[in-house]
């Protein structure tokens, strides 16, 4: 009898496993949702994180763009006020020096708004890409310093001109290099011995070309920072024609570098993939936006 009882009596294991069964997927639950919380928290931060980053640096470039604006202003402002008082502009050659300031003032912050305008719109900047001679190209910018260089006193060097031929717009290729030089040629003007090379190599399928001035060179802190908008090493400028520049080459799917050591002066190398006429679809648009 007994053995007939223990026989038909039920077994408690299914009850254990079902139970075990519940409290594992419990455990998961909670698990999985706990994740599901520290996810959306964590999103959340970064998403706030990023919003303060952007209203710091929203807040940091108003900041440098009210001080470069604010600057030629106040000139002109008080040039304004010297013009009335009558016994000060009594004389021609006073008055002619106080309204000289104020258009050389006005130049100059028509010039800022111009660059800033030019940024703010990179976006929107169309390249009209065509076959270009590299060489040429920069042999006409090099041959327009060395006309300047009667007045600057900067010895140009552009005697190396390898041939490259480079898909671009020739517009704004022209504008990144007249840039360079230009910057070379200012960051020496208060040293005797001026010297800017400018070079055009090829290898390995990209283009080269160098721009390099033995001027004060640049300090490793401004090198991290120096294509930066509104980063100048200059007492002028808003600081965006590196960054401009950059915009630009990048658009031509090249890159701009910089190599310097204070004292030793800097080099801006600018590399741009060789143009390839056997890869070139018919069909592909020869517009690009940067």
Same mark, same amino acid.
């Given at each position: ?198 070079? &055009? !190599?090829?290898? #390995? @399928?990209?283009? *080269? =070309? ?12 401004? $090198? ?24 630009? &080459? !990048?658009?031509? #799917? @090249?890159?701009? *570098? =910089? ?12 590399? $741009? ?18």
């Amino acid at each position: 009898m007994l053995a007939l009882l223990a026989q038909t009596a039920p077994s408690p294991c299914p009850d254990t496993r079902i139970m075990f069964g519940v409290s594992v997927v419990v455990v998961v639950s909670v698990v999985v949702f706990t994740a599901a919380v520290i996810v959306t928290l964590l999103r959340r931060s970064d998403r706030r994180r990023v919003e303060e980053e952007k209203v710091a640096a929203i807040g940091t470039a108003t900041a440098r763009i009210l001080h470069q604006i604010k600057n030629p202003l106040q000139t002109v402002v008080l040039n304004a006020d010297i013009l009335q008082d009558e016994r000060i502009v009594s004389d021609a050659a006073t008055r002619r020096e106080v309204c000289e300031a104020i258009v050389s003032e006005s130049q100059r912050l028509v010039s800022m708004l111009d660059e800033l305008s030019v940024y703010a719109s990179g976006a929107r900047r169309a390249l009209n890409r065509q076959p270009v001679r590299l060489h040429e190209l920069v042999a006409q910018v090099a041959k327009q310093e060395e006309r300047d260089a009667r007045e600057t006193g900067v010895r140009v060097e552009a005697a190396t001109f390898g041939e490259a031929v480079v898909f671009a717009d020739a517009y704004y290729l022209r504008q990144v290099f007249e840039n360079l030089v230009r910057n070379a040629r200012e960051a020496m003007y208060d040293q005797e011995d001026r010297r800017l090379s400018i070079r &055009v !190599e090829s290898a #390995g @399928g990209s283009a *080269e =070309v160098r721009v390099a001035d033995n001027g004060p060179g640049i300090t490793a802190e401004n $090198l991290e920072q120096i294509f930066q908008p509104f980063v100048s090493t200059k007492g002028k400028g808003m600081g965006l024609g590196l960054a401009i520049c950059r915009e630009i &080459v !990048e658009g031509h #799917g @090249g890159r701009l *570098e =910089v190599e310097s050591t204070p004292g030793l002066g800097a080099t801006f190398i600018v590399r $741009l993939p060789l143009f390839d006429a056997s890869v070139l679809e018919p069909s592909r648009p020869q517009e690009a936006w940067v």
